[in-house]
């Protein structure tokens, strides 16, 4: 934009105000190219802020001296008054003091040279159309920011979602979001020939594992059950870690003979697929209780089902599995 005014001035012999935007390029081009990187690595924006700010706010007061509000250039301070708010960094006492900045000199602008004789010497239409380019530039800004912030914010709020349904260590569900699904799931699962299914799922003497090998090697082998979990059971199922070395898939619907089956496969598949733990195979076994739902049955009254089951299977010697009948 200060590139197009650079040639725009000076077809229109306003050699000073041409400068101006020479100095404006340098400025911007120093804040990318020069503050830029300094910027990201401090977590300070500050000096570019100023330089900004100070830019814009000299950049319109100058063209304003010359030209007159028709020229329109002091719409761009009006875009400042948008910036204090696109950042958390600053108190909100700075955010409004900056705020009530701006709005000083674009009140100071409105009133000084309301019947301000400019200094130009050019035509009247050149200062109608200048105006007209300058809002129309102030309008587009200001989309942009806008547009920018509703990105920003969608991509923030979609990043707080993820953060709040999803395990950190594992990329599955957690416990929260499993227990809100299931409970609404349940209320709208209507009656069908196949009915949904729970397992619960834990890792055999884990502790032990931590004890010997240090919690690294321990959030190495949770991670492995949890691929090894969604790698087996079908793509409609919805696996959580549930806590700690326990996790729980919900089966949205299965028969008996299939329930039976998936259960031997997940017992199976564990014992026969040892983990590399520093330099070693070690096995991992893991035990399951699983359950059908019965009719109209909630997701907890369910729940209490697999896990009595899957104490069963403890208490019968683990690197088992038991489905509540």
């Known amino acids: 934009m200060h590139l197009a005014f650079i040639f725009l001035f000076l077809y229109l012999k306003l050699y000073l105000l041409a400068g101006a935007n020479v100095v404006s390029v340098l400025v911007y081009l120093y804040a990318i190219f020069g503050l830029a990187d300094k910027t990201l690595i401090a977590h300070d924006d500050r000096t570019i802020g100023w330089l900004v700010y100070g830019e814009i706010i000299l950049h319109a007061l100058l063209a304003t001296y010359y030209l007159g509000l028709d020229s ?5 301070i ?34 000084h040279f309301r ?23 102030f309008l587009l800004i200001s989309s942009g920011l806008a547009l920018l912030y509703s990105q920003h914010e969608q991509k923030h709020y979609k990043q707080l979602k993820n953060r709040s349904m999803l395990d ?13 699904y299931s409970e609404a799931f349940f209320i709208n699962k209507t009656t069908d020939t196949l009915s949904p299914a729970l397992i619960v799922i834990d890792i055999d003497h884990f502790k032990s594992i931590n004890d010997r090998y240090g919690h690294t090697y321990g959030d190495h082998v949770i991670q492995h059950t949890a691929k090894t979990i969604c790698n087996i059971v079908d793509s409609h199922a919805y696996t959580s870690r549930w806590g700690g070395e326990e996790f729980v898939t919900l089966i949205p619907d299965i028969s008996p003979e299939m329930l039976d089956k998936l259960c031997h496969t997940l017992v199976n598949t564990f014992y026969n697929q040892p983990v590399m733990i520093d330099g070693s195979d070690i096995k991992i076994t893991v035990t399951c209780g699983a359950a059908l739902r019965e009719a109209q049955e909630s997701f907890s009254e369910l729940f209490i089902r697999a896990d009595s089951a899957l104490y069963k299977g403890k208490v019968a010697g683990r690197n088992c599995y038991v489905i509540d009948a």
Do not use: D, W
């Open 168 to 180: 950190p260590l594992t990329g599955l569900y957690n416990r929260l979001f499993m227990i809100e």
């Open 115 to 137: 019947e301000y004789q400019p200094l130009h010497g050019i035509a009247q239409h050149y200062i109608v159309v200048l105006g007209n380019i300058n809002l129309s530039l």
């Open 72 to 76: 329109g250039f002091h719409y761009y």
């Open 78 to 111: 009006y875009v400042l008054a948008m910036l204090p708010f696109f950042t958390q960094r600053y108190a909100l006492k700075t955010q409004l003091l900056r705020l009530m900045g701006i709005v000083a000199v674009s009140l100071f602008l409105n009133i």
